[in-house]
């Protein structure tokens, strides 16, 4: 059961072997922060969460880096047009991004770069990157030589020759236009020349370097956090497939001139994320941010579900039916998680989970194993939720066996090993239930009271008071408790 991942470098699926045995070194490109997270990157910071978390339960050592642009032109828009300071806005979103993550259920990553706090990194790099012909200073810029680079355009299979100034672009579609009046044409040796440093410009935040107070070109900064948090080669560089071009070609092109060693093994990308079948854009109306989602009451984690039933690196199309099937989808897993907390007990495992022993020893075996074995398929999330769904119907049939007769025919210790097996299986995709405890539960009432409002109930019914034994029923159907009466007595379950 080989992990197989498909290399957006070489076009293929290829075996996934790390540079250090166990261990891997894994980058996200993270947000510009000057709004409000969306829709798109939900998807990927879900995606690569669920990566990690995977790699982690087949046995690697993870270091998992997210960085955070927080110099940028838009950054310095909008803290202008809000009489504000970059610092400022870049805090301020930073802030409201981890409230967004913490809503889906995403872990931190080990470290979190700020392009601010590499400035020496990045000067290095671009004083490297000059000293070995690949760089030239202009007036206060620094601009790369992309004519330099052999090898630039691998990674996108773009071609100079097609990328040439006012020349259409077969790869991409892209009208590469020059434009002569402006003073950064006129600066660069090349068109296709970009900016690793540009000169301070008035009213900007600067920084002072060997060529003049200024700022840093976007690129250059992930190249040099890459570098001064992981090193010179990495196991997996990971992002949204709009960055193929230029950002992540642009990185490739640094820091292979500087080390003469691959950037990374393996560089997987993320679908885009379409809204009814549009592109996502606040000019159409249909721009969506993570928490205005969240607020009108859609489940996390069924957004988490949504955006697992697709390969992660094809496009997604969020529908209010999407959700909707995701939102169905879900509470259908709930149903099987919180099938421990709701029978575990009356199946004679426990008082609580701490006892009943939630582990890799307890689990069905086979199932785990046709779950990684799905899985290592180019990381088949939608394959390894097939898997969770068996189990959680399964589970959902034995309760309703439960409710229903008192007893099941399956085993509590088999019972026992599929419910471990879900919440195993769900953990490592971030799919959790919350837990209602007995005398904390999300309807207010605790078993106790559901037994004592029952024991009123028969004595009702007893007395032939049949109004307040309908008022009752009523009452406790209300709190989302539903009554099954037989001749065995009367037997509860919260819906």
């Known amino acids: 059961m080989t992990l197989t991942l498909y290399n957006t470098l070489t076009r293929r699926q290829e075996p996934f072997e790390t540079v250090e045995t166990g261990k ?12 409000y997270c969306h829709l798109g990157h939900a998807r990927a910071c879900i995606v690569w969460d669920v990566v990690r978390r995977y790699l982690q339960f087949i046995g690697y050592q993870v270091r998992y880096i997210q960085n955070f642009t927080d110099i940028d032109d838009k950054i310095l828009n909008r803290a202008c047009l809000e009489h504000s300071s970059m610092e400022a806005v870049a805090d301020r979103f930073i802030k409201a991004y981890f409230e967004d993550m913490a809503r889906l259920g995403i872990k931190e990553a080990d470290e979190y770069p700020r392009a601010t706090h590499t400035m020496n990194g990045i000067q290095r790099l671009i004083h490297e990157l000059e000293n070995k012909g690949f760089a030239y200073p202009a007036d206060g810029d620094v601009y790369y030589a992309v004519r330099q680079f052999p090898e630039y355009g691998k990674l996108s299979g773009r071609k100079l020759e097609d990328m040439q100034a006012g020349k259409s672009d077969a790869y991409g579609g892209l009208r590469l236009r020059a434009n002569v009046e402006d003073p950064e044409y006129q600066k660069k040796k090349d068109p296709l020349d970009f900016a690793l440093w540009k000169a301070a410009k008035p009213g900007e935040p600067a920084w002072e370097s060997p060529w003049g107070a200024g700022r840093p070109g976007w690129h ?7 570098r001064d948090r992981l090193g010179d080669t990495i196991d997996i560089h990971a992002g949204g497939a709009d960055l193929i071009f230029p950002h992540h070609e642009n990185e490739i092109a640094q820091s292979e001139a500087v080390t003469g060693k691959p950037l990374a093994r393996y560089w997987l990308h993320n679908g885009m994320v379409k809204v009814d079948g549009e592109k996502m854009s606040k000019s159409l109306g249909n721009f969506t941010t993570i928490r205005e989602l969240l607020d009108r009451g859609v489940d996390p984690m069924a957004v988490r579900l949504f955006v697992l039933t697709a390969q992660y690196r094809t496009p997604i199309d969020f529908t209010d039916e999407a959700i909707a099937a995701a939102t169905n989808g879900w509470h259908t897993i709930k149903e099987g998680l919180l099938f421990g907390y709701q029978y575990g007990k009356q199946l ?11 582990g890799t020893g307890s689990l069905l075996p086979e199932t785990v194993g046709r779950f990684q074995e799905t899985v290592n398929n180019d990381f088949n999330f939608p394959g390894g939720l097939t898997v969770l769904f068996e189990l959680a119907k ?38 959790e239930a919350e837990i209602e405890t007995e005398t904390h539960t999300s309807n207010g009432l605790s078993d106790a009271e559901i037994e004592a409002k029952i024991q009123q109930r028969q004595q009702a019914r007893i007395a032939k008071n049949f109004a307040e034994s309908d008022r009752i029923r009523d009452e406790l159907q209300a709190e989302g408790i539903t009554l099954i009466d037989s001749r065995d007595g009367t037997r509860w379950h919260r819906n």
């Open 220 to 226: 250059i900064e992930c190249s040099a956090m890459v």
């Open 348 to 358: 004679g495992w426990g008082v609580g989970s701490g006892e009943w022993g939630v």
């Open 24 to 35: 891997v070194k894994m980058y996200y490109c993270g947000v510009t922060v000057y709004d």
């Open 394 to 431: 399964e589970l959902r049939r034995q309760g309703n066996i439960i409710v229903h007769q008192g007893k099941t025919e399956t085993s509590p210790e088999e019972l026992q090993r599929q419910w471990q097996t879900l919440v195993t299986l769900a953990g490592v995709l971030g799919l």
